[in-house]
């Protein structure tokens, strides 16, 4: 299983990113994906996932309504659209199924003035 996030960088408040994240070594399109991410001392929290075929997808509150979770099963690729970003939303960001245990090693979002 491997999993490479791409499209971090620095970002003002306000801004927009679209974070990539491409899948390899497991049946991508029978698998339920997730966005999570870690900022600074604390712990990862769950971001937004999609299941399979991209028809349910779901959200932390905190990013309810600002980020948008996408997929191409024909690119085994997940995605994850960032506007309105805020300082808070600063983090590693991690792409992730829940039918294995692999991490990626992340892509960094920094969203400063």
């Known amino acids: 299983v491997q999993l490479v996030e791409s499209g971090g960088g620095l970002v003002q408040p306000g801004g927009s990113l679209r974070l990539s994240c491409a899948a390899s070594?497991?049946?991508?399109?029978?698998?339920?994906m997730s966005w999570y991410r870690q900022a600074p001392g604390k712990e990862r929290e769950w971001v937004a996932g999609?299941?399979?075929?991209?028809?349910?997808?779901n959200y932390a509150d905190s990013v309810k309504g600002r980020f948008t979770i996408s997929r191409d099963n024909a690119k085994n690729t997940v995605y994850l659209q960032m506007n309105m970003l805020k300082p808070e939303d600063t983090a590693v960001y991690y792409c992730?199924?829940?039918?294995?245990?692999?991490w990626g090693q992340g892509t960094q979002v920094t969203v400063s003035s």
């Open positions: 999609i299941n399979s075929v991209g028809g349910f997808k």
């Open positions: 070594g497991f049946t991508f399109s029978s698998s339920t």
């Open positions: 992730k199924t829940p039918r294995f245990s692999s």
